[in-house]
């Protein structure tokens, strides 16, 4: 890619713990093989990331505290051009933007198509994860509230791409279901591939899928998007001062959180190894992965949901560290 051209953009989205930083770090690989040197927006719930450890020596650019709808725009704005004046510095090939699991992509899109970046960025493609693992219960009215349902939905109806994730961890026979459910939202004409851990073709996945328009004013300034604030009951909790712990006593004490703790992320301390582990807590299910001495993590907890009750999440804290 070279940089006289526009830079392309590809952003990703999709609900909480799908898999969209799964995805990214397969497109990142991508990107070294090819000798391409990308820019990284990361835009993460909650005031840390605690996932900087996953793209070490890369060109990342934190939005904290994300909150997609009202301030991220203005937000985004900020970010952007603070890498434009790194990119006169060091040019990057391709730029990717991780919005949060509650983000509307429509508000990144806007951003992109406005006359201030379309002339120098090139949206490729909006990749939407969705998790199938949970796809059914997150559309369903009995377990889910219609803030998730929306929020999905318009996540499945922005993405140019979309890609079914973590189908390991669904019955075989319930593929089909999901995808049906799927394209009544999206509609026939919408690709769709599914896979696991965001395992997928990079031709599909770098394809350029949407067509900008670059004369005059960009259609996108003009139109209002309705604001819909989806996510007014999300919130992110921090839990901080983590004493040691046996990652086995842990995993299960994550599993018994409240029903909708929807994500979890962050590093402890193994008890009896001083060994710091980063932790994912998504689909009721924890992985674990030790992280080196010299990152200098510092054990803590963000867990992510709906509507928590703080209270309730705090007392489930104390049985932990009683
Ligand atoms: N079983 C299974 N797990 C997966 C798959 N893809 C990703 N995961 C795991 O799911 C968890 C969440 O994945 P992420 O890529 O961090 O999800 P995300 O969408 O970036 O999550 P947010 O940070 O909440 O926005 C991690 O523990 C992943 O390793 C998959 O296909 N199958």
Redesign the pocket.
Known sequence: MKNEKRVPVFVLS?F???????VLLKMLEHCKNKGWLPGIILNELGEANVESHLFENEKVFELLNGCICCTIQDDLKETMNQLIVEMEKQPIDILFI?G??VANPLEIQEVLLSSQYINQFELMSIIT?LDASHYLEYQSIFSSSSEVRNLMKEQTVCGSLLFL?????IPSGQLEKIKQRITKIAGHEKVMIEG???QIDPEVLFEKRIQSVLIGNSHSEDEHHPHHHHHSTVQAIKLENVPPLKQKTFEKWLKQLPTNVL?G?GFIESEGSEQIVSF?Y??K?A?FMPVPKSLNRKPIIIL?GMGLDENQIRDHWKQLVK
């Open positions: 999709g909480l713990g799908s898999g969209k930083t799964t991780e949060t699991g994860v994730n973590k189908t390991d961890l696991v851990y965001g994500r992320k994912q998504a689909s299910k992985e992510i």
